[in-house]
């Protein structure tokens, strides 16, 4: 069993995603997870080191397997969180893992992106991130996201050209991984120093899409994918399922962003479940009037290009 992350979680809890979902109105309804169609989903961002899932990993992936869920990546929100997940996804075959701190984690600790960039460099580590800006609340500050957000970026492109490697350093050690971003009512500050960072803009992955048209576009003029979580099912989220409606279906993936925002029907249950990943999926495919075996092939394919899962 993993040590559990410490308060940084509490403030995770209060200032993430859920905090746009509680907003959101509640509907309740009964469905499986999952329907019998065959599924090759991805659930591309999950927090297995939650204390929600400490207990119960086998479990968790167990029910993720049972519904088609056919992987999962384990998310970092701080250089312990990625030494953990890196942990996690070692133990299990089909779970990989993220380094990078997250914003709200931006003022928790003296960050070692030494570590980060260790974790980095492991097979099952896949991904850079959560990273990114949150301008939702007043702290951490604004200037302590910034120096972490721009440290972070230096340490992406410092490890693309393998430069400050040290001796001998060359292509083996480049790291070139795509980056998982966290950006809430920042599009308009964030995009622009994504864009100056040298970072390819098709590198980056917006998780947990909850803004509207506007932004979405943003996004897609960079370049980068986008990931939906549960949010989308929301009565409420007809501004997302809006934005949703402009993404091209070769720069979409899902995700659940478990423990927090499970999708409707499932949305009274916590924890939110990996294995969610394929309501969420199915909803989309429906959303978007795509054949499921046509959707759930086309996410399969872009969900492994973009992180280089097998």
Same mark, same amino acid.
């Given at each position: 069993?993993?040590?559990a992350?410490?308060?940084?979680?509490?403030?995770?809890f209060?200032?993430g995603?859920?905090a746009?979902?509680?907003?959101?109105e509640?509907?309740?309804?009964?469905?499986?997870?999952?329907t019998?169609l065959?599924?090759?989903v991805?659930?591309?961002?999950?927090h297995?080191?939650f204390?929600?899932?400490?207990?119960?990993l086998?479990?968790?992936?167990?029910?993720?397997?049972?519904?088609g869920?056919?992987?999962?990546?384990?998310?970092?929100?701080?250089?312990?969180?990625?030494a953990?997940?890196? !942990?996690?996804?070692?133990?299990?075959?089909?779970?990989?893992?993220?380094a990078g701190v997250?914003?709200?984690?931006?003022?928790e600790?003296?960050?070692?992106?030494?570590?980060?960039?260790?974790? !980095? *460099?492991?097979d099952?580590?896949?991904?850079?991130g959560?990273?990114?800006?949150?301008?939702?609340?007043?702290?951490?500050s604004?200037?302590?996201?910034?120096?972490?957000?721009?440290?972070?970026?230096?340490?992406?492109?410092?490890a693309? =050209?393998?430069?400050?490697?040290?001796?001998?350093?060359?292509?083996?050690?480049?790291?070139?991984?795509?980056?998982?971003?966290h950006?809430?009512e920042?599009?308009?500050? $964030?995009?622009?120093? $994504?864009?100056?960072s040298?970072?390819?803009?098709?590198?980056f992955?917006?998780h947990?899409f909850t803004?509207?048209p506007?932004q979405?576009?943003?996004?897609?003029?960079?370049?980068a994918?986008?990931?939906?979580?549960?949010?989308?099912?929301?009565?409420n989220?007809?501004?997302?399922?809006?934005a949703?409606?402009?993404?091209?279906l070769?720069?979409?993936m899902v995700?659940?962003?478990?423990?927090?925002?499970p999708?409707?029907p *499932?949305? =009274?249950?916590?924890?939110?479940q990996?294995a969610? !990943?394929?309501?969420?999926a199915e909803?989309?495919?429906?959303?978007?009037g795509?054949?499921?075996e046509?959707?759930?092939?086309?996410? =399969?394919?872009?969900?492994?290009?973009?992180?280089?899962?097998?």
């Amino acid at each position: 069993m993993q040590a559990a992350p410490g308060a940084g979680v509490v403030r995770m809890f209060r200032w993430g995603c859920l905090a746009y979902g509680a907003a959101l109105e509640v509907s309740r309804g009964a469905q499986l997870v999952g329907t019998g169609l065959r599924s090759r989903v991805i659930d591309t961002h999950c927090h297995l080191t939650f204390p929600e899932f400490a207990d119960r990993l086998e479990a968790t992936i167990g029910l993720a397997e049972q519904a088609g869920v056919d992987g999962l990546i384990t998310i970092a929100t701080t250089h312990p969180d990625a030494a953990r997940a890196l !942990a996690v996804a070692r133990r299990f075959a089909r779970v990989w893992s993220s380094a990078g701190v997250h914003p709200l984690y931006a003022d928790e600790l003296e960050h070692d992106f030494a570590t980060l960039r260790a974790c !980095a *460099r492991e097979d099952k580590c896949v991904a850079w991130g959560e990273l990114g800006l949150d301008n939702h609340h007043a702290e951490p500050s604004k200037a302590v996201q910034l120096k972490v957000l721009h440290a972070q970026l230096e340490l992406i492109a410092d490890a693309r =050209s393998a430069a400050g490697a040290g001796a001998g350093s060359g292509a083996a050690d480049r790291i070139d991984k795509p980056v998982i971003i966290h950006c809430r009512e920042a599009f308009e500050e $964030l995009v622009p120093i $994504l864009r100056a960072s040298g970072i390819p803009g098709e590198r980056f992955v917006f998780h947990c899409f909850t803004a509207g048209p506007a932004q979405m576009r943003l996004v897609l003029e960079l370049g980068a994918m986008l990931s939906f979580t549960g949010v989308v099912t929301y009565k409420n989220a007809g501004e997302v399922r809006a934005a949703l409606e402009l993404v091209p279906l070769d720069r979409l993936m899902v995700e659940t962003d478990a423990p927090f925002l499970p999708p409707e029907p *499932r949305r =009274s249950e916590r924890p939110c479940q990996p294995a969610f !990943a394929r309501i969420t999926a199915e909803f989309i495919a429906k959303h978007r009037g795509v054949a499921w075996e046509a959707f759930d092939a086309q996410l =399969s394919a872009n969900t492994r290009r973009f992180f280089g899962v097998a």
